[in-house]
């Protein structure tokens, strides 16, 4: 027996279930985590889900038009060979419930969902100090407690539903995108009003306008949007990437976002104007994501950016007939790309359609729900559905759902009062043996998920390995460390153009009320990764490593790496 499992055995567990390790959710993180300690560690592990099956976001997200923007031959785990071998892919990007069918077979083949609780949604976990454990509390009642405590939440699942006053005197249906039925709604022959023009509204857009009698599509800030070119993926581009898996992987893992693919070397103020222009042509017509990786400055020089915003809008005017309505969904306000850029099939074209409308609700907000629709300053639209497509309360909300209550008992909540505080975003002072994985202050929505993710997970149990060879049980950030990281948190945002973007949810700013805090750390994956390698390297600097039953604890206090 290891002294970890020793003094695990110590401690208090009456009138709750005892585990190694509890994780909250079970998408792919949740998963991946399981598989990790459960299967590599032997630790005993429960996932709690909120959800009545396995994919956390992905879980939620059925609206009409849902997939993913990343590709799916990387939007995917790379742990396992034979399971990428195994698992073929039928699009360029996958729709939600081709993704839900991929995770559904993870949760298979390494035999995950015996120690997964579905429709269990975490109430409160609070820290015990003398016992060194996790106590968590269910909606339901049921207590459990664990020595880690792993939240696995995903970083946009918590939805942002605008309080817009008379909704519950609405005679028809609303649904938030991020909450949708697991039943299919029908729009045939509906008037349809749609609030957002985020990733989510411009997906759901064209796929709601093809069946609605009319869509209403309310705008408060106009986006860009690059086409996504979605399509099948042939058997022998299935072959060719199930050959090169390894290498792809290996691009992933080192690239600043986690896409396997080049950035181009070249400055967009140095291309003369017409290669620039063939640039963006060529990367426009291959769609994407990849549109970004046109020239080596578009999120760090605003110059160089306006050629690309110049670009879009150029786009937009030429797709969208009528000039009034081209000119409202014109973006202004932000640089391309500061708000994560959505991509689409068809968005712009859909407004070209007799049934669809564009309110600008900047310049005419919504008043009210009325019974019969949405009042706006200067109309009244019957609508028979409403679609919020507003968002979530991104990053920190999932987390601030659950009390979470550290050492003497403060809320996560109280903690976090003025914006997250994390150290590297995996751990936050105060509340040892808590992982964050994607917290606040990672890479995390600035990355390919799954490539942020399996970083994480590997990094966590690398870590509880590291613990329990060295007979040590307790890990906690480094007040000073943490403080360290969030000012390199804002230093990496503010050497970039994402901060101009004001309405961005990376800054909280689409919650009302919610602090204004850059949340992601956008330093880039692979640097990132470093800083963590490096982290570990120095034998868990930044972090204090202890076990609390043996007053001469080994482990130590590190300082921090920079
Ligand atoms: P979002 O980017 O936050 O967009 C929400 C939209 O709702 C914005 O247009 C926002 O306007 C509007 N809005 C929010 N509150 C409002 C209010 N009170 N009144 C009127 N309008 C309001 O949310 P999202 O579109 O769900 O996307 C969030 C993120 O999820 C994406 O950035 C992406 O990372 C991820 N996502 C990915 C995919 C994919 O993989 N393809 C698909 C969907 C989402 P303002 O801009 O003015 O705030």
């Not at 034979?82 to 360029?92: A, C, I, K, P, V």
């Not at 786009?315 to 309505?325: E, F, L, S, T």
Request: some cysteine.
């Amino acid at each position: 027996m290891s002294s970890t499992q020793a003094s695990i055995d110590r401690t208090s567990t009456a009138g709750s279930e005892h585990l190694d390790a509890i994780v909250i959710g079970a998408g792919f993180a949740g998963l991946y985590q399981l598989h990790s300690l459960r299967d590599r560690l032997g630790l005993k592990v429960r996932v709690l889900e909120a959800g009545s099956g396995v994919g956390g976001t992905w879980y939620w997200n059925r609206y009409p038009g849902a997939r993913c923007d990343s590709e799916s031959y990387y939007y995917s785990f790379s742990f396992s060979d034979e399971l990428q071998q195994e698992w073929g892919w039928s699009e360029r990007y996958p729709e939600h419930g081709e993704i839900r069918r991929y995770l559904n077979f993870v949760a298979d083949k390494f035999d995950l969902r015996r120690d997964i609780q579905f429709d269990t949604r975490v109430r409160s976990a609070s820290f015990d100090e003398a016992a060194n454990l996790w106590h968590v509390v269910t909606e339901g009642g049921t207590r459990l407690s664990a020595q880690f405590l792993i939240t696995a939440v995903g970083c946009l699942s918590s939805a942002n539903i605008p309080k817009i006053a008379g909704l519950e005197s609405f005679r028809g249906q609303w649904y938030h995108t991020g909450r949708w039925p697991q039943e299919d709604v029908d729009f045939t022959g509906k008037r349809v009003g749609l609030i957002g023009t985020g990733s989510t509204g411009i997906q759901a857009t064209p796929v709601i306008a093809a069946k609605a009698a009319h869509l209403t599509v309310f705008q408060r800030t106009a986006n860009y949007s690059i086409p996504a070119r979605n399509g099948p993926v042939s058997p022998e581009e299935q072959r060719e990437i199930k050959a090169n898996y390894a290498a792809i992987r290996e691009q992933a893992r080192n690239s600043p976002n986690g896409h396997p693919f080049d950035i181009s070397p070249v400055s967009a103020l140095e291309a003369p104007p017409d290669e620039r222009l063939a640039r963006y042509e060529a990367a426009w017509e291959r769609g994407g994501l990849r549109f970004r990786a046109a020239f080596k400055d578009l999120l760090t020089n605003k110059a160089a950016n306006d050629t690309a915003s110049d670009f879009i809008r150029a786009k937009i005017r030429g797709i969208v007939k009528d000039p009034a309505v081209a000119e409202m969904l014109t973006p202004k306000d932000h640089p391309f790309a500061t708000k994560r850029p959505p991509i689409d099939s068809e968005y712009f074209e859909t407004f070209n359609r007799d049934n669809v409308t564009l309110v600008d609700i900047k310049a005419s907000p919504i008043v009210e729900i009325t019974p019969d629709g949405i009042r706006t300053k200067d109309a009244e639209i019957p609508l028979d559905i409403i679609v919020f497509a507003t968002g979530f309360d991104a990053m920190t909300g999932p987390l601030l759902a659950v009390d979470i209550r550290g050492r003497d008992g403060i809320a996560l909540r109280d903690s976090w009062s003025a914006g997250p505080r994390t150290y590297l975003g995996l751990q936050v002072a105060g509340f040892p043996n808590l992982f964050t994985i994607t917290g606040p202050g990672s890479p995390s929505v600035l990355t390919n998920m799954p490539v942020a993710i399996e970083q994480h997970v590997d990094w966590i149990s690398r870590c509880i390995r590291h613990m329990r060879d060295q007979g040590l049980t307790r890990i906690e950030a480094d007040a000073a460390a943490a403080e360290a990281w969030v000012a390199h948190v804002n230093d990496a945002a503010n050497a970039t153009l994402l901060p101009l973007a004001n309405s961005s949810w990376y800054l909280g700013a689409n919650v009302p009320g919610k602090p204004r805090v850059f949340m992601p750390y956008a330093g880039g994956m692979a640097n990132y990764a470093m800083i963590c390698e490096k982290v570990a390297a120095k034998g868990y600097e930044g972090f204090i490593l202890s076990d609390p039953a043996v007053p001469e604890a080994r482990g130590g206090r590190g300082a921090m790496v920079g």
